[in-house]
């Protein structure tokens, strides 16, 4: 009886040791995980939106393929939701509470005595829209609720990964339409133009960053080899692949420079081109690229180089993007 009596004492100790340690820990728990999909918004906020596709990404329909669902409401949009009820995730009630086309889908989940608000955030970036997943359990004086959340949040970042990355490879599967632009684009000539380049590799994400980095690093060359920009900076294209484009980073000079480092000379030969006057975001420039190679193929012409892009507009200076001038050229026969 002392053994059972001493064991009883020190389970107690434990258990008020434990409830004077929730009162530190908080009453709620905030999970949050983001990624790039190299996607239109309108296509991953459907997605999301439209309940019954979440049987394309959902950690939780993964986890419990058994799971049962009953859908109430239009099966999309504010007031739509289901119950459902599975071996694994329990029963529970999810219900869209609010939602901003291609902006934000705002949802309420009921499980097991707990409620909980998520939220997926739908931000434009330069390749596509950045998706954040974020949950907001109710806070609770309860130490039991408090230590589930420690114990929960571990487990909902991985599944939320897990989602974010199924609803990639679910919308990058999907064919995206090919839109045309105004635009004027024409037949030209060019002449010989000498200047430094910069050899990388860049994603539709780093671009931006890349194409900064490089120019600063020709600047440097230029000044050291007393050599003057004669034009605005541009790049050559080598692959069309949005995930590993090689390119070369370049800013026209006013004679033959000299390799060093990084840097390398180069010269754009005199000869036929087609040029295409591009405006607006840099996100959209894959847009004009395929409107000058409809052009060129309508006019039976035949492309014999890598194309490059002259940033006319500087972005620093001239804050509305409808107003960015890309002029887009084809080296042709």
């Known amino acids: 009886m002392k053994i059972l009596k001493t064991i009883g004492i020190g389970l107690l100790a434990i258990i008020i040791l434990l409830c004077a340690i929730s009162f530190f820990l908080p009453s709620g728990s905030h999970v949050e995980r983001s990624m790039v999909i190299n996607a239109p918004a309108e296509t991953v906020f459907d997605q ?5 596709k979440w049987d394309n990404w959902s950690p939780w329909q993964k986890m419990d ?6 859908y109430f ?9 289901y119950s459902w009820k599975g071996p694994k995730t329990g029963e529970g009630k999810l219900t869209i509470t609010d939602n ?3 902006e934000s889908v705002a949802i309420r989940l009921e499980f097991g005595g707990i409620g909980a608000m998520s939220t997926f955030h739908f931000e434009p970036v330069d390749s596509g829209v950045k998706v954040t997943w974020s949950l907001d359990n109710d806070k609770s004086l309860n130490p039991v609720f ?28 999907i064919p995206q339409p090919q839109k045309k632009i105004e635009m004027k684009i024409e037949a030209t000539t060019i002449s010989d133009q000498n200047y430094l380049a910069v050899r990388d590799t860049a994603s539709m994400s780093n671009i931006s960053q890349k194409l900064g980095g490089d120019y600063g690093t020709i600047g440097e060359a230029m000044k050291k080899q007393g050599l003057k920009m004669t034009g605005a900076p541009f790049a050559i294209y080598y692959s069309d692949s949005s995930d590993n484009m090689v390119m070369d980073a370049c800013v026209s000079v ?5 390799e060093g480092g990084r ?15 591009y405006f607006g975001n840099y996100q959209k420039l894959n847009e004009g690229h395929y409107a000058i190679k409809e052009w060129i193929s309508r006019n039976n012409k035949k492309i014999i180089g890598a194309p490059w892009e002259i940033y006319m507009t500087d972005p620093g200076m001239e804050k509305d993007t409808a107003k960015w001038q890309t002029d887009i050229f084809y080296p042709v026969e």
């Open 48 to 52: 999301v939106n439209t309940l019954k």
């Open 65 to 70: 393929p058994e799971m049962q669902r009953t």
């Open 73 to 81: 409401g239009s099966g999309s949009g504010t007031g739509s939701g």
């Open 100 to 102: 901003k086309p291609n």
């Open 146 to 173: 408090k230590y589930m959340n420690l114990m929960m949040q571990g487990m909902l970042e991985k599944q939320f990964d897990e989602g974010l990355n199924d609803i990639k490879k679910t919308v990058e599967r």
């Open 254 to 258: 006013d004679k033959a420079g000299k």
């Open 263 to 277: 840097v390398k000379p180069g010269i754009i030969k005199a000869g036929n081109a087609v040029v295409g006057h």
